[in-house]
């Protein structure tokens, strides 16, 4: 199991993440262990154990656990079965997660965007994903920019004065260099969207407007495991396709 997506920007010690691993590896025992027992077999102290349950964002051990079990189960199950009921996902399900106003807000933004670009940013996996709506703009007529993990950090900076848009997609609402791109791209007021999963995470919390998808797998950073995140996020391009399309055409009408 990768726990890269759960620690980043946590800044956790050796120590620190050591602890971790011994928490998840030895999930259904480490409750009644209780914190004092955890610390001995770590070789440290109690105060260690609470201190990573606070930098992970945690009130204490106990609700890091609570937090994590779910987590590490699910990911468990996956990798035992294969749960067909992840497939039958539908557009009505991502429609309850994402409000009406802020999709037709993002429509509108782009559909009255004039001079400026729309920069998309991605990595991994999801550079997959933003090649597909960059490419999909593009015959939209929109003036589209992408980059990826593999590019230079000066494609960005060098485009940012005449940036309108900038789009982010990342699974985990985590990545480090998705990240650093979308801070520098609000140090300079632009309006900036997310495309991320639906629990709480770094770059919604940053981002202007942030859409949220169903993550099957937290865990599994190395999208090794059956997950419909990516299917549901170009399914939600095309929605929010449609809905610029209708408006353009009203708009034309008009």
Do not use: C, W
């Amino acid at each position: 199991m990768d726990l890269k997506k759960l620690t980043v920007g946590k800044h956790l010690t050796e120590l620190e993440t050591s602890i971790l691993e011994y928490i998840i590896e030895n999930i259904d025992t480490v409750l009644k262990m209780g914190v004092r027992e955890i610390a001995k077999n770590n070789y440290t102290s109690p105060a260690s154990v609470i201190r990573l349950s606070k930098k992970l964002g945690y009130t204490g051990f106990v609700d890091m656990y609570y937090h994590l079990l779910p987590k590490v189960k699910k990911t468990e199950h996956q990798s035992l079965n294969v749960d067909e009921e992840i497939f039958k996902y539908s557009l009505s399900d991502i429609l309850k997660k994402n409000q009406k106003k802020d999709i037709d807000f993002f429509v509108e933004k782009i559909l009255h965007l004039k001079q400026k670009y729309i920069f998309i940013y991605a990595t991994g996996f999801s550079a997959i994903a933003a090649e597909y709506l960059y490419k999909k703009l593009l015959v939209l007529g929109k003036k589209t920019i992408i980059a990826t993990g593999t590019d230079s950090i000066g494609i960005v900076e060098s485009n940012l004065e005449d940036i309108g848009i900038f789009i982010v997609i990342s699974k985990s609402g985590e990545t480090q260099q998705v990240m650093d791109k979308l801070l520098s791209a609000n140090e300079q007021s632009i309006f900036t969207v997310s495309f991320t999963k639906e629990e709480p995470n770094r770059i919604a919390n940053v981002s202007d407007l942030n859409f949220k998808l169903v993550d099957n797998n937290e865990l599994d950073d190395r999208n090794i495991l059956p997950n419909t995140f990516f299917p549901n996020l170009l399914l939600l391009f095309e929605y929010l396709f449609k809905v610029f399309l209708d408006q353009k055409k009203l708009k034309i009408e008009e």
